[in-house]
């Protein structure tokens, strides 16, 4: 049965040059799990918000939406409210009560639902998503994970048709990102609910979708079976960049065939396709300075007195001139290490010395001057001034020089740039304190394939004139493709550490596609262009 149908629809934001989205068209059937993709700024948060009727943004439109075979306009605030679901990005902009229980009450109170129902359905909405645990615990001290778990839970209470989710995992650990996954399939299989999700991290999503919507510049540029959409697309697509690694190798190499979308049926396409003769690439030998920039010894740090330690006995170092990322789950203490090497928090043992100096030594502020900055997640908070021109004059007056071009944006508002333009804003603005090391965090959440390459290319660039980079992720491609060295962060201290073919290759779970793909078949392939090198470098099988 159909339960969504959008035919030619076209918004224009008010004083906007141009189309956000131009006749989009294109329907969804009762339990279907839809992938919706596409570059920042290609119209596909804009699509969701007019597809949730409470959220569609003021604009010109054009075209229609129907639900069930009705327009949507004509939907009761009851239907429309309670037919439709949807789960942000950030989840802390959606919850909105202290406890678990209440938040997802919430929902069916405002409904008007009467209390048994709302008990009896409060109690089974928690123990389906198995979240009894923390069912009375306060929504401020729930991880990540927890906290983007109790939102889908508070929405799917209300017992939704379809339910949109807008890049719900960008700021989730690798595993946690399966597990929300897996969820949102048994949600879609198990309860027939329409799933349709905004996605720039696709790999853990193609083998499991029934449709791939493709959008380019607010147009629908592809829209069918994943492997139907991947294959129309081809390897000049500004959607390629964003593609796991398996159909980025089938682009690649030309092989032919039908588009492999995981790592099993990957696997299948190089081993069939692709000899192995040469098993690696050579490695090129490293640069590393042996001056060290970063240094930290047996470091503690808790955030009550008698809570638990978040960092443990935590030991690093980072050398001068080096890019060194940090991996790990959710709550293993990685952003806390870059708030206690900023000094923005303060360890009740061991020593940080940043260029041989102890941090404790830095007086008056003299961290800050020409030494050490660090980049927020929610670079937002950055923001203060009308025009991205202003951000920059008041930071580096008005003879500033930047290392990238962003001069296209000078003139707008912060608050209007795409998640990627607002990234290399705020990168921009902490330059120009011209630190010798930088700290950032989480800097590729959210952004398409093709800004991540641009945000990597940027640090490439930091390097080469000489800044040292810690950069914590949770996005091992990029950190292979990026870093010099990369470590996993476990319990508060460091597990391991390598350059990125040697530590990816040894890790299980936190390692690439391209990895888990080609292990025991190639050798140290951690990205995507390391498997389409080793292919042609050994040709095509007979």
């Known amino acids: 049965m159909e339960i969504l149908n959008v035919e030619n629809l076209s918004f224009k934001y008010p004083q906007s040059d141009g189309q956000v989205l131009s006749d989009v068209s294109f329907s969804a059937l009762r339990g279907e799990f839809i992938t919706v993709c596409g570059s920042t700024g290609s119209g596909k948060s804009t699509l969701l918000k007019m597809i949730k009727r409470e959220l569609s943004p003021l604009g010109e439109m054009s075209g229609e939406i129907r639900i069930f075979g009705a327009p949507q306009a004509q939907m009761s605030d009851y239907d429309a409210a309670r ?48 979240i009894e645990n923390i069912f009375y615990k306060k929504t401020a001290e729930l991880s990540g994970g927890e906290k983007q778990l109790v939102a889908l839970a508070s929405v799917m209470a209300m017992e939704p048709d379809i339910i949109l989710l807008d890049e719900p995992t960008s700021r989730l650990d690798p595993i946690a990102v399966k597990e929300f996954i897996a969820t949102l399939r ?115 740090f808790k955030y009550q007195k008698n809570g ?14 080096e890019i060194f990322a940090i991996l790990g789950g959710n709550g ?127 640090i490439k660039g930091l390097k080469k004139s000489g800044i040292t980079v810690v950069v914590v992720t949770h996005d091992a491609d990029f950190a292979a493709n990026t870093a010099d060295r990369c470590a996993l962060f476990f319990g508060g201290e460091v597990i391991s550490s390598g350059e990125p073919r040697e530590f990816f290759s040894s890790n299980v779970f936190y390692t690439t596609e391209a990895c888990r793909m080609t292990r025991g078949y190639y050798d140290g392939a951690v990205t995507s262009d390391d498997v389409v090198a080793l292919c042609r470098l050994n040709g095509r099988r007979e």
């Open 83 to 130: 037919k439709v679901g949807i789960v942000f990005q950030h989840p802390e902009q959606q919850i909105v009560c202290d406890k678990v229980w209440h938040e997802i009450a919430f929902g069916l109170e405002n409904l008007g639902e009467p209390r048994e129902l709302i008990r009896r359905r409060v109690a089974e909405t928690a123990a389906y998503f198995g």
């Open 186 to 300: 048994r949600v879609c299989r198990e309860m027939g609910t329409t799933v349709i999700i905004v996605e720039h991290s696709l790999g853990d999503l193609l083998e499991i979708s029934d449709k791939l919507l493709v959008l380019e510049n607010g147009r629908v540029a592809a829209f069918g079976a994943p492997r139907d959409a991947v294959a129309a697309l081809g390897k000049n697509s500004s959607v390629a960049e964003m593609l796991p690694c398996a159909p980025r190798v089938y682009l690649g190499t030309d092989a032919g065939g039908v588009c492999p979308l995981g790592i099993t049926d990957g696997r299948e396409y190089i081993e069939k396709n692709f000899k192995n003769d040469v098993r690696s690439l050579e490695r090129k030998a490293g640069d590393r300075s042996e001056n060290i920039a970063l240094e930290l010894k047996n470091v503690y």
């Open 308 to 321: 638990r330690d978040i960092l443990s006995d935590l030991s690093m170092k980072v050398y001068d001139g």
């Open 332 to 458: 293993s203490g990685k952003t806390t290490a870059l708030g206690v090497i900023a000094g923005l928090l303060r360890a009740y043992a061991g020593d940080i010395k940043i260029f041989g100096k102890k941090s404790s030594e830095y007086k008056n502020q003299t961290l800050y001057k020409n030494c050490l900055s660090m980049l927020f997640q929610d670079v937002q908070t950055l923001f203060l001034k009308n025009t991205v021109y202003e951000e920059l004059v008041d930071v580096g007056g008005k003879d500033f020089s930047l290392p990238y071009d962003i001069s296209s944006l000078y003139s707008k508002h912060p608050y209007d740039l795409s998640g990627g333009e607002q990234q290399l804003v705020a990168l921009a603005k902490v330059l120009l304190t011209k630190p010798r090391i930088l700290l950032l965090d989480e800097p590729t959440k959210g952004l398409d394939g093709g800004v991540k390459k641009q945000i990597s290319d940027v």
